[in-house]
C-alpha cells in the first residue's frame, strides 16, 4: 500500500492540480493526505480528476483562512471506511483492509503556526490517539520545529 503526505500550500491553481494528478498517476497511491489545500469544499468532477478513475472515499476538513484546510481520498477496493472524525487540526480515518479485515486509523495532521495553539494541538493528538483502539499512521505538517536554524 502507498500513501501520499504533501502540504500542497493551495490546490485551486490548474498546475498544481496537474503536478498531483502526475504524481498520484506515477506512483498510484492508495492513501491521499493533503494539508493546506485552500479550499472549502470539492465538486464531484474535482475528485474524479484526483482519482485518476480509481474508486475513491473523500473527505476533507474546510479551510479557515489557510489554517485546517485537510483532504483525504482513500480507494475502497483496499479498504473501507469504518469511522471518521474531524478535529481542529487533525482528520483521521479508522480503516478496515478489504483483503484481510486488519483495521488502523489514517491520521491527516496540519498543525498551527500560532506559538500559543501548540498546546492545544499536541493535547487533541494525543486524546485522538490514546483513545484509538488501531495501530496509526499519521503524517501531515505538523509545523513543529526544535531549533530556529530548522526553519525553512
Not at 494525543?126 to 526544535?146: A, E, Q, R, T, Y
Request: aromatic share 12%; glycine share 8%; charged share 30%.
Amino acid at each position: 500500500m502507498k500513501a501520499l503526505f504533501w502540504n500542497i500550500r493551495g490546490l485551486r491553481g490548474i498546475g498544481r492540480r496537474k503536478q498531483l494528478v502526475e504524481l498520484c498517476k506515477q506512483h498510484s497511491f492508495h492513501f491521499i493526505c493533503l494539508q493546506e489545500t485552500i479550499k472549502d469544499s470539492y465538486k464531484a468532477r474535482e475528485l474524479d480528476y484526483l482519482s485518476r478513475g480509481m474508486d475513491m472515499f473523500w473527505s476533507w476538513v474546510a479551510s479557515n483562512g489557510h489554517s485546517g484546510d485537510l483532504l483525504m481520498g482513500v480507494d475502497k477496493d483496499v479498504v473501507e471506511v469504518t469511522q471518521e472524525r474531524k478535529g481542529s487540526f487533525q482528520h483521521f480515518l479508522d480503516l478496515r483492509k478489504v483483503k484481510d479485515g486488519f483495521e488502523w486509523r489514517l491520521v491527516n495532521v496540519y498543525g498551527p503556526v500560532q506559538t500559543e495553539r501548540k498546546a492545544e494541538f499536541l493535547s487533541e493528538l494525543s486524546d485522538m490517539i490514546l483513545h484509538s483502539h488501531f495501530p496509526c499512521l499519521m503524517g501531515g505538517d505538523f509545523n513543529m520545529i526544535k531549533r530556529v536554524e530548522d526553519k525553512s
